[in-house]
T-cell receptor, first 113, second 112 residues
């Protein structure tokens, strides 16, 4: 059974802080994704990675960066948090070479004050 | 790039009735169309998907239909039950190492 975990369920940060969100999967998946979920906007792709040390921009990468030093771990970094980055952040992974059946983590609800 | 539109944004039905959610996509090269269900406070989970080489796929009370010519696909839920209440997302992509483009979601409420 695929397990995708995220480091925090809830997080409160101040404007300007550097924020790290971590995602770990235990199924040797090569593909990993970071989305943000906002009411009425659905799931929007921030960054994704098809392999270690590889990253590609999604649809809304501004204000974010990522790190993939190990295959099982994909980190999302908010370099200088802003209030408009208050959102639900979801990590997902999928089987090698394919985007089918993305397995999602439980999400991190981030509040930036 | 691909754009996916989803309607309606909210849908309320009586238990036992059918529910239909529709999505349109813009990229004619897209060939994979999954549907995810997200219950309140939980993570999205794949419930059914369809590839462009078939027009319809069923799994018990849920079915998905695809019209490639019109570039739209729909989720059909029959004999709805209260546990069907959730947010449903459609998505589209090209098979292979590509990204999913999600619709904006439909909140389905099934009243007993």
């Amino acid at each position: 059974d695929v397990k995708v975990t995220q480091s925090s369920r809830y997080l409160v940060k101040r404007t300007g802080e550097k924020v790290f969100l971590e995602c770990v999967q235990d199924m040797d998946h090569e593909n990993m994704f970071w989305y943000r979920q906002d009411p009425g906007l659905g799931l929007r792709l921030i960054y994704f990675s098809y392999d270690v040390k590889m990253k590609e921009k999604g649809d809304i990468p501004e204000g974010y960066s990522v790190s993939r030093e190990k295959k099982e771990r994909f980190s999302l970094i908010l370099e200088s948090a802003s209030t408009n980055q208050t959102s639900m952040y979801l990590c997902a992974s999928s089987a090698p070479g394919m985007v089918e059946t993305q397995y999602f983590g439980p999400g991190t609800r981030l509040l930036v004050l | 790039g691909e754009n996916v539109e989803q309607h309606p944004s909210t849908l309320s039905v009586q238990e036992g009735d059918s529910a239909v959610i529709k999505c349109t996509y813009s990229d004619s090269a897209s060939n994979y169309f999954p549907w995810y269900k997200q219950e309140l406070g939980k993570r999205p989970q794949l419930i059914i998907d369809i590839r462009s080489n078939v027009g319809e796929k069923k799994d018990q009370r849920i079915a998905v239909t695809l019209n490639k010519t019109a570039k739209h696909f729909s989720l059909h839920i029959t004999e709805t039950q209260p546990e069907d209440s959730a947010v449903y997302f459609c998505a589209a992509s090209k098979l292979g190492p590509d990204k999913l483009i999600f619709g904006t979601g439909t909140r389905l409420q099934v009243f007993p």
